[in-house]
């Protein structure tokens, strides 16, 4: 029953988020968060840094994705300095691959890309997972489950990327195509549910002029998606049905990866199949076949209170604060807009 209740209470707000930021966020003032005054100009205004919400929703997801990692693996007996060990090494590998693969597929030097990150990730878990256990064996009288950690990382994934697409959203990347130019069958659906993004600022309107008109809402079918698999995979998990919630999770995100990018108008490189969908369909080959290499073993019934009780600790409070401030001051720094404030008195009010 405890199971039941957390995953329906996880879903229920999961759901609120997600609709406040489907109507919300195409808006054009929901993409600079703030301006920060960095050199005077010769006319008094101030040439300013922009922080963005891209940067606030992808620290956000990154840090719910984190916290979810956390609770699971807590909830199976593995230690906390162990989790926070091997989630260092992951984020350490994927956060910088987000801007070295967006780099090498489209050819841009400030632009992020949650598709190759996640490609780097599953690649390189397993060995992460593998090493930290050799690592850990003489300090801990237990050894690693590869099978429901590879679950709960492949869990906190995709109830990630399915927060981090409102940061899209409020940027306006990762954009559909024009309602206008789907074929007729489409076109039913999406002249009902459409994004409209506001703002000559936002990708959208710099990258292909698509602001004010309507576009499918790619973003939001992959936050629905990837929060209802997610929360479905919580669920699997804590009954100990590991091996479908990691199924689950990676086949999700990766198909609709392959699918979506069909609906997709945002630039992905120069080649009908993009790099990043045969990346998609080589991480569920290999993910897939890891299956069948690793060793089964006795593994624990998970306990989600456990879980729950290992994030109230001063470390894991303080690890989670700087991960969230980390990745907004790396993603949330505008490097394709700027700035200029007017700071001034207001007389009436001295």
Same mark, same amino acid.
């Given at each position: 029953?405890?199971?039941?209740?957390?995953?329906?209470?996880?879903?229920?707000?999961?759901?609120?988020?997600?609709?406040?930021?489907?109507?919300?966020?195409?808006?054009?003032?929901?993409?600079?968060?703030?301006?920060?005054?960095?050199?005077?100009?010769?006319?008094?205004?101030?040439?300013?840094?922009?922080?963005?919400?891209?940067?606030? @929703?992808?620290?956000?997801?990154?840090? @719910?994705?984190?916290?979810?990692?956390?609770?699971?693996?807590?909830?199976?007996?593995?230690?906390?300095?162990?989790?926070?060990?091997?989630?260092?090494?992951?984020?350490?590998?994927?956060?910088?691959?987000?801007?070295?693969?967006?780099?090498?597929?489209?050819?841009?030097?400030?632009?992020?890309?949650?598709?190759?990150?996640?490609?780097?990730?599953?690649?390189?878990?397993?060995?992460?997972?593998?090493?930290?256990?050799?690592?850990?064996?003489?300090?801990?009288?237990?050894?690693? +489950?590869?099978?429901?950690?590879?679950?709960?990382?492949?869990?906190?994934?995709?109830?990630?990327?399915?927060?981090?697409?409102?940061?899209?959203?409020?940027?306006?990347?990762?954009?559909?195509?024009?309602?206008?130019?789907?074929?007729?069958?489409?076109?039913?659906?999406?002249? !009902?549910?459409?994004?409209?993004?506001?703002?000559?600022?936002? !990708?959208?309107?710099?990258?292909?002029?698509?602001?004010?008109?309507?576009v499918i809402p790619i973003q939001a079918m992959t936050s629905i998606l990837?929060?209802?698999?997610?929360?479905?995979?919580?669920?699997? @998990?804590?009954?100990?049905?590991?091996?479908?919630?990691?199924?689950?999770?990676?086949?999700?995100?990766?198909?609709?990866?392959?699918?979506?990018?069909?609906?997709?108008?945002?630039?992905?490189?120069?080649?009908?199949?993009?790099?990043? +969908?045969?990346?998609?369909?080589?991480?569920?080959?290999?993910?897939?076949?890891?299956?069948?290499?690793?060793?089964?073993?006795?593994? +624990?019934?998970?306990?989600?209170?456990?879980?729950? +009780?290992?994030?109230?600790?001063?470390?894991?409070?303080?690890?989670?604060?700087?991960?969230?401030?980390?990745? @907004?001051?790396?993603?949330?720094?505008?490097?394709?807009?700027?700035?200029?404030?007017?700071?001034?008195?207001?007389?009436?009010?001295?």
């Amino acid at each position: 029953m405890v199971n039941v209740i957390f995953t329906l209470i996880l879903g229920m707000g999961l759901a609120v988020l997600l609709a406040w930021g489907f109507k919300t966020l195409p808006a054009e003032r929901w993409q600079i968060l703030a301006c920060i005054p960095q050199e005077k100009k010769e006319n008094g205004t101030w040439k300013s840094l922009n922080l963005t919400y891209y940067g606030f @929703f992808n620290a956000t997801a990154y840090l @719910f994705s984190v916290t979810v990692l956390l609770c699971l693996m807590a909830s199976i007996a593995v230690p906390v300095p162990v989790i926070l060990v091997m989630t260092s090494a992951v984020l350490a590998v994927c956060v910088p691959s987000s801007r070295c693969i967006a780099r090498w597929v489209e050819k841009k030097s400030y632009t992020f890309t949650i598709g190759g990150a996640s490609f780097v990730g599953i690649i390189s878990i397993p060995w992460i997972v593998w090493g930290t256990d050799r690592m850990i064996s003489s300090w801990y009288e237990t050894d690693l +489950q590869v099978i429901p950690i590879l679950a709960a990382v492949s869990i906190a994934y995709t109830l990630g990327e399915g927060i981090g697409r409102l940061a899209c959203i409020s940027f306006g990347c990762c954009y559909g195509k024009p309602v206008s130019e789907s074929p007729p069958w489409l076109r039913r659906i999406f002249e !009902k549910y459409y994004f409209v993004f506001r703002g000559k600022t936002k !990708k959208i309107a710099y990258a292909h002029g698509l602001d004010g008109e309507k576009v499918i809402p790619i973003q939001a079918m992959t936050s629905i998606l990837y929060g209802c698999a997610g929360v479905a995979g919580i669920y699997f @998990f804590l009954e100990e049905h590991f091996i479908i919630s990691f199924l689950l999770t990676l086949i999700t995100t990766q198909v609709w990866r392959v699918l979506s990018e069909f609906l997709r108008a945002d630039y992905r490189g120069e080649n009908k199949i993009s790099s990043y +969908q045969i990346m998609a369909g080589g991480a569920v080959c290999y993910s897939t076949a890891l299956l069948f290499v690793i060793p089964r073993a006795d593994m +624990q019934a998970p306990d989600v209170l456990a879980g729950l +009780q290992s994030l109230w600790s001063p470390a894991v409070l303080f690890s989670l604060q700087a991960l969230w401030l980390a990745t @907004f001051l790396y993603t949330g720094r505008s490097d394709v807009t700027d700035s200029d404030v007017a700071l001034r008195v207001m007389h009436d009010r001295i």
